[in-house]
């Protein structure tokens, strides 16, 4: 368990961090800048479930995911490869925690009617904040991809968890909007009153 008693410690004035493991990085560092936006997006699903209180199926399921994203972030922060023989082995995202999200995703989807377009982030309040927090999943999954390509031994289920994640959300998000009868749909070349040649 972790044990918080000082807040500050100064060691981060030189513009370095520690990692569960290794030599201090820049803040800078890809490494921190993956599991920072993984934690961002962690934020974001908070402030997500503020509306979330007359759907209590999806605010389950988002706390959830909350206490996983402190496991991806957990993962980021440990490189290297592990000893097998350790006698605290590292906290690792497990395949079955990404089924988990796979499962989440067909039950809820099973309700919604398909699409015949792409949607505007939108419609109701908590719709419009699961889009905020699935793109920033997007851009956590794309730091978590290079990560994975500059140092291989990273692993590749952060980066399926954080993938999966983003089409949850967007799933959720459609949930939200009334089950997908408040999707607001995109209209392509909507020019409005627009007129010809303006």
């Known amino acids: 368990m972790v044990k918080l008693n000082k807040i500050y410690t100064r060691t ?3 513009g370095t961090t520690g990692l569960v493991r290794g030599p201090r990085r820049a803040k800078h560092d890809l490494r921190i800048e993956a599991y920072g936006t993984v934690e961002e997006a962690n934020t974001l699903i908070g402030q997500a479930r503020l509306s979330a209180a007359n759907q209590p199926r999806v605010d389950a399921v988002l706390a959830r995911i909350q206490n996983d994203l402190f496991d991806v972030g957990s993962d980021l922060a440990t490189p290297g490869i592990d000893d ?6 590292s906290l690792r995202v497990r395949p079955v ?3 988990w999200l796979e499962k989440q995703i067909d039950h809820f989807n099973a309700d919604l009617a398909p699409l015949t ?3 505007l982030p939108g419609g109701t309040p908590l719709s419009s904040a699961l889009h905020i927090a699935r793109t920033v999943t997007r851009r956590a999954e794309r730091l978590v991809a290079a990560l994975v390509e500059a140092e291989p031994e990273t692993g590749g289920e952060p980066l399926r968890y954080m993938n999966r994640l983003s089409d949850l959300l967007f799933v959720l998000g459609r949930v939200a909007n009334a089950n997908g009868t408040k999707d607001v749909l995109w209209v392509p070349g909507n020019y409005g009153d627009v007129k010809k040649g303006e």
């Open 84 to 89: 097998p023989d350790a006698e605290y082995p």
């Open 117 to 119: 377009s792409f949607i």
């Open 12 to 14: 981060g004035d030189d």
């Open 97 to 99: 925690q990404t089924d």
